[in-house]
């Protein structure tokens, strides 16, 4: 198997040089070889969506919206072959591939197409004359996915991108190259022209030089934040455009009156779904000190009861991470928790066998970890960890929960549980954070907007809000009357 870039409608055959292999994390055998996108490939792609671009922005809302929704629908009638390509490309457990993954992608592409003959401007009644403005697409976008929902993040950035108007390309991660490929041949069994979707495979070498290049209108990235603040640097200095949807740290509040059974519920969402490489995760949990005792009894008890396996079996609630070297620097980070007085109460162990006793070793799998004894200053409560690892912070009032909780440059995600309604909202408020959970966590519907405060990026993804980021106004005024001129 060869992952190369898709062109202009069809798969590239080139095998480039400085190609490496993508391991399948459940056992680190090879699943194929990718090839990054050569010079000439990029040049190829830029011309080719530049070309789609200008055919794709004179057709109607609604007919671009067709294509979106049908592409909706090819994804759902492949949803059981695609799944089965991210969980061997990522290591994350087919039902969450099958339940949220490619569904997830389907619900963007079948809102923005929805939505995309609706799109407009506004209207101005002036004196003796009008103005209007329209919303006009970019250009050629370009997307950058992080490795950990590979085909939803291509979904969420090219639904809207396309609904407006414009082309997109997307670049993978370098460690999962498989499922933009097969978005890319949905969006063209439904219609696209070629060239609207273009995908290049590469590493941050392949990404930056996209970056940079004058035929980019607009830049949209899911990654880190220090891969977020060069990319911001380097488009500076052309004054490109840029959505960044980054790291997080969050905090998920439990107060003593809350439902504590939905609460460990929401904590175990929050920081084991996807082997915890989720950016939003509540990854510090306080707990109100009267509760604490009951909070952590359950907590532990369904924690190792979380079925760590073989992501392709359909039993399976916990897959691998994604390669040998995040599995180490996730291990580090259970160290330094330990060196640092944190108690272990569960986990934080390479697993051998999966809970159905087979050898697992090859593979780079986890048990999902619980740190209690917390304190904020401790590196496992500062640092985003992006693994199965849950901090447990003990906390009395509520100004000193708000408090903690925003004492971190991150901003992505917070959540708050409590029966007291305006206790609930009261504390939303105060949270440095741009999305909320009141009594649920990491439930993230197309309708409302994505994104974050702070470090943890700049724009919103998903929802009305995503259009603005893929349009530019323009104003026109139109004269019923003569020119006033003092000439
Ligand atoms: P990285 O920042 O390492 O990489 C993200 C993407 O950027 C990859 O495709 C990467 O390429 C590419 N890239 C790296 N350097 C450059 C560069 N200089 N110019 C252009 N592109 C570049 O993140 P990870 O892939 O490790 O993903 C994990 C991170 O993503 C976490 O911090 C997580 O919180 C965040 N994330 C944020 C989400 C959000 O919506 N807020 C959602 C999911 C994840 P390559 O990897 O191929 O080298």
Not at 231 to 246: D, H, M, N, P, Y
Not at 366 to 381: K, N, Q, R, S, V
Request: aromatic share 8%.
């Amino acid at each position: 198997m060869a992952y190369t870039q898709f062109i202009d409608g069809s798969i590239t055959s080139g095998h480039n040089s400085g190609s490496w292999v993508n391991l399948n994390p459940a056992n680190n055998e090879p699943l194929g070889e990718v090839h990054p996108a050569s010079g000439e490939e990029i040049e190829a792609a830029v011309r080719s969506s530049e070309k789609a671009f200008q055919s794709w922005r004179t057709k109607t809302g609604a007919e671009r919206g067709r294509v979106l929704t049908r592409t909706a629908q090819i994804l759902r009638s492949r949803l059981g072959e695609i799944a089965i390509l991210e969980t061997q490309d990522v290591g994350k457990p087919l039902a969450e591939s099958l339940a949220v993954d490619v569904s997830s992608a389907a619900d963007a592409l079948e809102y923005f197409g929805g939505m995309a003959a609706g799109i407009h401007g506004e209207f101005f009644d002036l004196k003796n004359a009008f103005g209007y403005t329209r919303a006009e697409p970019l250009g050629v976008c370009l997307g950058i996915g992080a490795w950990n929902y590979p085909i939803q993040i291509a979904a969420w950035k090219a639904a809207p991108a396309l609904a407006c108007g414009n082309a997109m390309i997307f670049k993978p991660s370098e460690l999962t190259p498989a499922t933009a490929l097969e978005l890319a041949r949905a969006f063209m069994d439904a219609g696209a022209p070629p060239g609207l979707f273009n995908v290049l495979q590469g590493d941050g070498v392949v990404g930056s030089k996209l970056c940079e290049h004058a035929g980019i209108a607009k830049i949209s990235l899911t990654g880190s934040v220090p891969t977020g603040k060069k990319i911001f640097a380097g488009a500076a200095s052309q004054l490109k455009r840029v959505t960044l949807e980054l790291g997080g740290k969050s905090p998920l509040i439990v107060f003593e009156d809350a439902d504590i059974h939905n609460a460990v519920s929401a904590a175990l969402l929050a920081n084991f779904y996807t082997q915890g490489e989720v950016c939003s995760n509540g990854t510090r949990v306080f707990v109100q000190h009267k509760i604490m005792d009951a909070f952590l009894k359950e907590l532990k008890v369904r924690t190792e009861r979380i079925k760590v396996g073989d992501p392709t079996d359909p039993d399976t609630q916990m897959g691998a991470l994604i390669s040998k070297a995040h599995l180490e620097k996730v291990l580090r980070f259970i160290e330094s928790g330990k060196a640092a007085g944190a108690k272990l109460l569960t986990g934080g162990l390479r697993s051998e066998k999966d809970f159905k006793g087979r050898d697992i070793r090859a593979g780079n799998f986890l048990t999902p970890a619980i740190f209690t004894d917390c304190e904020d200053a401790m590196e496992i409560c500062s640092d985003e960890i992006f693994g199965p690892v849950l901090s447990i912070l003990s906390f009395d009032t509520e100004e000193e929960v708000i408090r903690r909780a925003n004492n971190t440059d991150f901003g992505l995600a917070a959540g708050v549980f409590t029966n007291d309604i305006r206790r609930g909202h009261r504390v939303i408020h105060q949270l440095q954070a741009g999305t909320c959970w009141i009594n649920n966590y990491n439930i993230t519907p197309i309708e409302l907007p994505f994104g974050g405060y702070k470090q943890s990026g700049l724009g919103r993804e998903n929802s009305l809000a995503a259009i603005q980021y893929y349009t530019q106004l323009k104003s026109v005024y139109v004269e019923l009357g003569d020119v006033d001129s003092p000439y």
